[in-house]
């Protein structure tokens, strides 16, 4: 069983940064690909951005590229975002996601990842 536990979350103000945390519980994680997803009220799940563990490929929405980035700590097992330039429109709750074992690529489908954490609230104010 795998578990992910995600902080960093909070209030910022638009144009400004936070940074995301996954811990992820199990090692061998190379064998995972890891995502981000967000979900605003009323809203359905979308996803953010991913990486492969092994190699460290990475992919994102349109929404966030150039904004988001997405990488991976080996030694921690950790997996963060960095997100610059927020905007109100950011605002949701983050999800952290693993697949495993790793499927198509990119996987931008909340159905092709297993394991999930529980959420870290992001508000941007306006």
């Known amino acids: 069983q795998v578990q992910l536990v995600e902080s960093g979350g909070g209030l910022v103000q638009a144009g400004g940064s936070l940074r995301l945390s996954c811990a992820v519980s199990?090692?061998?994680?190379?064998?995972?690909?890891m995502g981000w997803f967000r979900q605003a009220p009323g809203k359905e799940r979308e996803f953010a951005a991913a990486?492969?563990?092994?190699?460290?490929?990475?992919y994102y929405a349109d929404s966030v590229k150039g904004r988001f980035t997405i990488s991976r700590d080996n030694a921690k097992n950790t997996v963060d975002l960095q997100m610059n330039s927020l905007k109100p429109g950011d605002t949701a709750v983050y999800y952290c996601?693993?697949?495993?074992?790793?499927?198509?690529?990119?996987?931008?489908?909340?159905?092709?990842?297993?394991?999930w954490g529980q959420g870290t609230q992001v508000t941007v104010s306006s």
């Open positions: 199990r090692a061998a994680v190379s064998s995972y690909t």
């Open positions: 990486i492969k563990w092994s190699g460290g490929s990475t």
């Open positions: 996601a693993a697949q495993s074992p790793v499927g198509a690529w990119p996987s931008r489908s909340a159905y092709e990842y297993n394991y």
